[in-house]
C-alpha cells in the first residue's frame, strides 16, 4: 500500500532512549483531525473528525471517536461514517512510557447517493504503548484485534507521532491497518488540545 514506509519511520524511534523525557503522555485531550480510508477493494474516502479522551484515575481512561467522510467504493460515491468509544486502563513507567490495553465498541456507515445503507458492528480490542522520546515528541504503537459485523476477527496494528508546537498544542499523525483479505488502511493528521 502507499503509507507502507510510514510504519517503519515511527516504529524506528519508538523504543529510542526515553530517559530524556520527564512527563508521561497526556490522556486528557481534544483533537480535531482529517482521515483518509484506503483499501485494495477500492475504498477511497477522506474527510475530518473529532477525537476526545479523559483520564478517569492514574490507571483508567475513556476516548471517544467520530468521523463523517465521504468518497467511493468501487467508483459508487459514498459517505462513510465511523464513531467509536472504547475504556482503557494504563501504567506509566518511570521513564515516560506508558503501556494501555482498551477495549472499542463502535459502529460503521456505509450510505450510498441513493440512500441504501449498511450499518456495521464493529468492537476492537487494543494492546499497546505511549513513548515519550523527547520534551517535544510523543510516538504510539498498539497491536489490536478488530470484530467487524458478519466478518472474521481481524488483526492490525496502529502507529502515531505528536509533536508538541506549545505548552498545550500538538500536532498529531496515526496510522492503523485492519488486515485480512482486504486491508483497511487509515492514515490521520491533527491538531490536538491537551486539557
Request: glycine share 6%; charged share 25%.
Amino acid at each position: 500500500m502507499k503509507y507502507a514506509i510510514l510504519p517503519v519511520l515511527l516504529a524506528s524511534g519508538l523504543f529510542s532512549n526515553s530517559l530524556i523525557a520527564n512527563d508521561s503522555p497526556v490522556f486528557t485531550f481534544a483533537e480535531v483531525f482529517y482521515v483518509q480510508s484506503d483499501s485494495n477493494d477500492d475504498l477511497d474516502t477522506k474527510d475530518l473528525g473529532i477525537k476526545g479522551s479523559y483520564e478517569l484515575s492514574d490507571y483508567f481512561f475513556v476516548e471517544a471517536n467520530y468521523a463523517q467522510t465521504s468518497g467511493d467504493i468501487v467508483n459508487i460515491d459514498v459517505d462513510f461514517d465511523t464513531f467509536q468509544y472504547d475504556l482503557g486502563a494504563k501504567y506509566d513507567f518511570d521513564n515516560a512510557i506508558t503501556v494501555f490495553a482498551s477495549y472499542n465498541l463502535g459502529d460503521w456507515k456505509v450510505k450510498s447517493k441513493d440512500n441504501s445503507k449498511i450499518t456495521l458492528d464493529v468492537d476492537t480490542i487494543k494492546l499497546g504503548l505511549h513513548s515519550q522520546v523527547s520534551e517535544l515528541i510523543e510516538l504510539n504503537a498498539a497491536l489490536t484485534s478488530t470484530d467487524i459485523e458478519n466478518v472474521d476477527r481481524k488483526s492490525g496494528f496502529v502507529l502515531g507521532g505528536n509533536y508538541k508546537f506549545s505548552d498545550t498544542w500538538h500536532i498529531t499523525t496515526e496510522f492503523s491497518r485492519i488486515a485480512g483479505e482486504v486491508d483497511l488502511d487509515q492514515l490521520s493528521l491533527g491538531i490536538r488540545k491537551t486539557l
